[in-house]
C-alpha cells in the first residue's frame, strides 16, 4: 500500500509538471512588471508620456515609439523633433529613419531648410533620410546639395542620394564632386555613384514596345 501511494504520488507529480511551467510563463516576470509600470505597454500611453517633464521618460516613450514601428509611431515621432530637450530630439530623428516609413520624409526634408535647425541636427534628418530611401525625396535633396556651402552637410546630403540610389540623380552628383575641391565629397560622392551603377545594373532588362518589335522585325527598307 505504501508502495502505491509513493508511485501515485511521483505520477502525481509528473503529470502536474507542464501544467506548472505553463503557469509560470504566464505569469509575468518581474522586469516585464516593472517596464509595464515604468515605460507603459502601448501607443497611447508613451504617446502620453511624452509630454512628461522628465526626459528620461520621454527618451523611454520614445524608445517603446519607435520599437513598436509601423505608420502609427510616424506622427509622434514627428511631434518629438520640437521637443525642447536636444536629446530628445535627436532621438526621435534617428528613430525615424530606424521606423524607415516614407510618411516622415516631408517634415524632414521640410526641417533641412530652416535656419534655426542646427547643423549637427540636419546631419541626423540627412541620415535619417537615407535609410528611408524615400524617391520623392530626391528633387528636394538635390535642391539642398545646391544651396548648402558646408561640406560636411554636403557630405551627408551625397550619403543620403547614394542610398536612395535614383539614377537620375547620377548627373547631378558628378556635378558635385566637379565642383567642389574636397576629398570627402569625391569619395561619397564615388560611393553613390557606385551605388546609382549598381542599382542600374541589377534592373530587369526593359522589354521592347510593340512598335521597337515591329522596326526590327519588319522588312529592310532599300
Not at 95 to 101: A, K, R
Not at 173 to 181: G, N, Q, T, V
Request: glycine content about 4%; overall charge neutral; some cysteine.
Amino acid at each position: 500500500m505504501k508502495t502505491l501511494s509513493i508511485v501515485f504520488a511521483i505520477t502525481l507529480g509528473l503529470v502536474s509538471l507542464p501544467a506548472y511551467a505553463q503557469m509560470r510563463n504566464r505569469v509575468p516576470k518581474p522586469m516585464e512588471r516593472y517596464n509595464r509600470t515604468a515605460k507603459g505597454s502601448n501607443m497611447a500611453e508613451w504617446q502620453r508620456r511624452l509630454s512628461d517633464p522628465q526626459v528620461h521618460v520621454r527618451l523611454e516613450a520614445l524608445q517603446s515609439i519607435g520599437e513598436e514601428g509601423g505608420e502609427e509611431s510616424v506622427k509622434p515621432l514627428l511631434q518629438a523633433m520640437a521637443d525642447s530637450d536636444r536629446r530628445v530630439r535627436v532621438k526621435a530623428i534617428d528613430l525615424l529613419g530606424q521606423v524607415g516609413d516614407p510618411a516622415a520624409t516631408e517634415v524632414l526634408v521640410q526641417a533641412l531648410f530652416l535656419n534655426n535647425v542646427e547643423h549637427s541636427i540636419k546631419e541626423r534628418i540627412l541620415a535619417a533620410l537615407g535609410r528611408i530611401r524615400d524617391p520623392a525625396s530626391v528633387e528636394r535633396l538635390l535642391d539642398f546639395s545646391s544651396q548648402t556651402d558646408d561640406s560636411r552637410l554636403l557630405c551627408m546630403c551625397i550619403f543620403a542620394l547614394g542610398e536612395i540610389a535614383d539614377p537620375k540623380t547620377r548627373g547631378p552628383i558628378r556635378s558635385l564632386k566637379e565642383a567642389w575641391d574636397d576629398a570627402d565629397v569625391d569619395r561619397l560622392a564615388d560611393d553613390a555613384l557606385a551605388k546609382i551603377d549598381a542599382r542600374i545594373a541589377a534592373a530587369p532588362t526593359q522589354q521592347p514596345s510593340i512598335l521597337e518589335l515591329e522596326k526590327r522585325l519588319g522588312p529592310r527598307r532599300p
